[in-house]
Nanobody, 127 residues
Framework: QVQLEESGGGSVQPGGSLRLSCAAS????????MGWFRQVPGKEREGVAG????????EYEDSVKGRFTISQDNAKNTVYLQMNSLKPEDTAMYYC????????????????????WGQGTQVTVSS
């Protein structure tokens, strides 16, 4: 059974940085894509960044472009989200998600693209 475990959340002042990690375990084949999503109470979960395993292609939601960087260490089955210049509006529960299904034509930022999810890690940006 695949498991995703996030870490690295916390509280930071505006302008600060955090690095989230998501470690995948239990997989017997290479994942296709991994993404980071975030959700605040009362709102839908939204895609923040995604990375395709084989090509290394990355995708970002517009509001985080230039501030967040998604990367992967395939030897460790881990994906990272480096978050710089954090803003109060970045406050949310952050979830990582991964998918191993081939041939699925769904956008990286669609919830339907992923068949495994982590439990989430809270990020709070406040002065």
């Amino acid at each position: 059974q695949v498991q995703l475990e996030e870490s690295g959340g916390g509280s930071v002042q505006p302008g600060g940085s955090l690095r989230l990690s998501c470690a995948a375990s239990g997989a017997t084949s290479s994942r296709i894509v991994m993404g980071w999503f975030r959700q605040v109470p009362g709102k839908e979960r939204e895609g923040v960044a995604g990375i395709y395993t084989l090509s290394g292609t990355t995708e970002y939601e517009d509001s985080v472009k230039g501030r967040f960087t998604i990367s992967q260490d395939n030897a460790k089955n881990t994906v990272y989200l480096q978050m710089n210049s954090l803003k109060p509006e970045d406050t949310a529960m952050y979830y990582c998600a991964a998918d191993w299904r081939r041939g699925l034509s769904v956008r990286w930022d669609s919830l339907a693209r992923y068949n495994y999810w982590g439990q989430g890690t809270q990020v709070t940006v406040s002065s």
